[in-house]
């Protein structure tokens, strides 16, 4: 398997502008995970889905963060307007349930850089 | 609120030491602790604690999962340069995991 993989792995854009980060699961995996990591509040769990519906997205920021599953094997983590504070680099995981499992591989991440 | 406290912060060490790293928590609904090794791209799997598996081994590290006092540890014995990372700790409840802050460790030659 490959693995979880995330588009594009680096970003740099400026202020105001819309960015979109890609996910792809493992193949069979049930749940998806969205995270951010920054060196000041380490990494946090944004939103997660199962079986492609959103579960939990109490740690999404603000307004300006969605997030979109529309199949098993794609999800968008997107920010508009972005802002220098989204500075970071985002990660997407995925796990399979199995009774007391959580265990979630990570995608290589993609780091923001917003101007 | 639930919370992961890891010690120490950073660590800095000779290659052939044996390190202890430190994990707490507070949890309401535990199912499992896990640890996480991040280089300088994404965090992946060491171990998984839970229950009914307090104890586990992989060549020179290991960790143990104390229940009663919350804590787990990990050890890393006969340390080498590539052991030189971020470790971070989890706590698994339902489906989500709960970073704690992470423990820089770096391995000098």
């Known amino acids: 398997d490959a693995g979880v993989i995330q588009s594009p792995r680096h970003e740099v854009t400026e202020m105001g502008q819309e960015v979109t980060l890609r996910c792809k699961p493992i193949s069979g995996h049930d749940y998806l995970f969205w995270y951010r990591q920054t060196m000041m509040r380490g990494l946090e769990l944004l939103i997660y889905f199962n079986n492609n519906v959103p579960i939990d997205d109490s740690g999404m920021p603000e307004d300006r963060f969605s997030a979109k599953m529309p199949n098993a094997s794609f999800s968008t983590l997107k920010i508009q307007p972005s802002e220098p504070r989204d500075s970071a680099v985002y990660f997407c995981?995925?796990?399979?349930?199995?009774?007391?499992?959580?265990?979630?591989?990570f995608g290589a991440g993609t780091r923001l850089s917003v101007l | 609120e639930d919370k992961v406290v890891q010690s120490p912060l950073s660590l800095v060490v000779h290659e052939g030491d044996t390190v202890t790293l430190n994990c707490s928590y507070e949890?309401?609904?535990?199912?499992?602790l896990l640890w996480y090794k991040q280089e300088k791209k994404a965090p992946t799997f060491l171990f998984m604690l839970?229950?009914?598996?307090i104890e586990k081994k992989s060549g020179r590290l290991s960790s143990i999962l104390d229940k009663k006092e919350l804590f787990s540890i990990l050890n890393i014995t006969a340390t080498q340069t590539g052991d030189s990372a971020i470790y971070l700790c989890a706590y698994g409840s339902g489906s989500r995991l709960t970073f704690g802050e992470g423990t820089q460790l770096t391995v000098n030659p």
């Open positions: 839970t229950s009914s598996g």
């Open positions: 995981a995925s796990s399979m349930t199995s009774g007391v499992q959580n265990i979630q591989y």
């Open positions: 949890v309401t609904n535990f199912r499992s």
